[in-house]
């Protein structure tokens, strides 16, 4: 394999491999993570900003929040703005008071936990969509999941639905397009059983419209810039008919009205013949 080789393959693996084992938890910024979550669920604050607790320095090494997010009950806002986070734990779905949800510019979040259609009080949102696998705009393509599962700190994992214990090998993880707060969001999901995955909602339009594995192979809808270019092509190639039938066109005598002329009709010959047989 030539450098040129290496490189494809790299970057190849890189979009279509999931990554796990993103953080560091021997690390200071850990440590000052789960402590900052314990002292909101504590005051039962309803706001959690991390990055003002950690400082920008240690907030930089946070590549996913603590599972202990479950116990923010009272959280009504999470800001998580410019953070270098790569993934959500599937915990968020306890943060039943959650309302707003904040992780703008996050640009290696690609995808979500289905878990966070459990909030059933968010209601807004604001997502850097650029960034995430699926989105209309850039169809940024899905990891495969067929092979290369997603990992969490246990070896349990909960269905997505019916909330059963399974292990990584019963689970089958899936990959759907909802809408969550104002964002339609790529969302991982585990399910223990075909039942379940019956059981998920409708993707949301401009989507792929059934959950899916990911990979390769997989055909997403256009995205916005190869829409435009589709819909100018159909428009130019429409325009160029018209102009080819219009000049095709030969004028033709319209006969249905016209009335064949006697001079005997015309008024001023009348007159001069009766001139002449006088």
């Known amino acids: 394999m030539n450098e040129q080789e290496r490189k494809v393959n790299e970057y190849e693996n890189a979009l279509f491999n999931v990554e796990n084992d993103v953080q560091n938890k021997s690390s200071l910024a850990w440590e000052k993570i789960c402590e900052y979550v314990e002292i909101i669920a504590k005051e039962e604050r309803d706001e959690f900003s991390p990055s003002e607790y950690l400082g920008a320095e240690l ?6 929040l603590p599972k202990t997010i479950s116990k923010l009950k009272k959280v009504k806002k999470i800001w998580l703005y410019g953070s270098q986070l790569r993934r959500i734990p599937p915990e968020i779905g306890e943060m039943e008071s959650l309302e707003y949800f904040d992780p703008y510019t996050s640009y290696q979040l690609h995808w979500f936990p289905y878990e966070i259609t459990k909030c059933k009080k968010l209601k ?4 850097s969509t650029r960034a995430l696998y699926g989105n209309y705009k850039y169809r940024r393509p899905f990891p495969d999941l067929s092979e290369n599962p997603v990992r969490y ?3 349990i994992l909960t269905c997505s639905v019916c909330k059963k214990e399974i292990s990584y090998r019963e689970t089958n993880q899936l990959w759907i397009s909802l809408g969550v707060g104002t964002d339609v969001l790529p969302l991982l999901v ?12 409708k993707p949301s339009d401009n989507y792929l419209q059934h959950p899916h594995k990911g990979g390769k192979s997989l055909k997403q809808p256009m995205n916005e810039s190869e829409r435009w270019k589709n819909e ?7 325009i ?3 102009k080819e039938n219009t000049t095709n066109e030969k004028p033709q005598l319209n006969t249905q009205n016209d009335t064949k002329i006697s001079f005997k009709d015309l008024p001023v010959l009348k007159l001069i013949k009766k001139i002449w047989e006088k």
């Open 240 to 242: 160029e008919s018209e």
């Open 59 to 64: 907030f930089g090494q946070i590549h996913t």
């Open 232 to 238: 100018r092509a159909k428009r130019l190639k429409e």
């Open 153 to 155: 700190d246990s070896e």
């Open 124 to 127: 807004d949102s604001r997502v």
């Open 190 to 201: 585990n399910l223990c059983s075909k039942e379940c995955e019956s059981n998920l909602p």
